[in-house]
C-alpha cells in the first residue's frame, strides 16, 4: 500500500478502504513481507551513505577552518617555539630529562625539526626509546621509526615491551610509542617557563575582557 501511496498520489485512507475486502494469498503474503525486508534493508544502507557523506562534508569544513587560521600564522623560531611549549605542556616529561613520547610521527618530526632549528640540536645527539607491545619486533619497529623520523639507527637505545598487552594481537597500523629526548635540561627549563608563563598571559587578557 505504502508503494500505491507513494507513486500514484492517493491517500492511504482511500486506499484502505479499495483494498478492505481484497484477500491476500499466502504467497503474496510472503512476497509483502520480503518486500517490507528489502526496503528496510535498503534504508539502512542508504541511512550509512548519509552518514558517511554528512562525516565526510564536515571534516572538510574543518581542513578548511584550519587551513585558514594556518594562513595567518607566521612560522618565526618564537612560534615555533611555542608550539613547543605548549605541546611539551601536554605530552613532555617532567622529570630531570628534556623529552617527548608520542605514537605519531607526525609530532616528533615537528619536535626534531625545532630542536634542530632553534636549539641546535645535532641529530646524533637525540636519544630514542621505544615502548612496545608484546608481539612487537624490536629490530622492525627500530627501523620504522629510524626511517619515519629520519634518525640514525644508532640514536635508538632502549626498548621496553608492555607485559599487560601478551596474549593481545596488535593492530598493523600500531608502531608503539617513541620517546625523543636530547641531554639539555636547559631546554625542558626553558620550554616550562615558556607555556607556564603564555597561559598566565592568556589568563591576564581574558581578565580584561
Keep these: 500500500m ?11 485512507s482511500t ?21 517490507k525486508q528489502d526496503g528496510w534493508a535498503k534504508a539502512r544502507i542508504r541511512a550509512v551513505e548519509v552518514h558517511h557523506e554528512k562525516k565526510t562534508l564536515r571534516l572538510l569544513e574543518a581542513r578548511q577552518a584550519a587551513l585558514v587560521s594556518l594562513d595567518k600564522i607566521v612560522l618565526t623560531d618564537e612560534v615555533l617555539d611555542l608550539a613547543f611549549a605548549m605541546l611539551y605542556f601536554g605530552e613532555g ?25 632553534n636549539y641546535n640540536i645535532e641529530p646524533d645527539s637525540i636519544r630514542c626509546d621505544l615502548h612496545l607491545r608484546m608481539d612487537q619486533d624490536d629490530e622492525i619497529l627500530k627501523s620504522y621509526w629510524s626511517t619515519e623520523l629520519n634518525l640514525p639507527i ?13 596474549n593481545k ?23 616550562i617557563f615558556l607555556y607556564t608563563l603564555f597561559c598566565k598571559k592568556v589568563e591576564l587578557l581574558n581578565m580584561g575582557a
Design 2 to 12: 505504502t508503494v500505491i501511496e507513494r507513486q500514484l498520489g492517493i491517500p492511504r
Design 15 to 35: 486506499l484502505s478502504g479499495w483494498f478492505k475486502s481484497v484477500e491476500i494469498s499466502k504467497e503474496q503474503k510472503i512476497l509483502l513481507e520480503k518486500n
Design 93 to 117: 616529561a617532567k622529570n630531570n630529562a628534556t623529552s617527548l613520547s608520542s605514537s605519531d610521527p607526525n609530532i616528533l618530526r615537528f619536535v626534531i625539526t625545532v630542536l634542530k632549528r
Design 154 to 166: 644508532t640514536c635508538f637505545k632502549y626498548v621496553v615491551h608492555d607485559k599487560r598487552s601478551i
Design 169 to 191: 594481537p596488535t593492530y598493523d597500523h600500531y608502531k608503539g610509542v617513541c620517546v625523543v629526548g636530547v641531554g639539555s635540561i636547559a631546554i625542558q627549563r626553558k620550554l
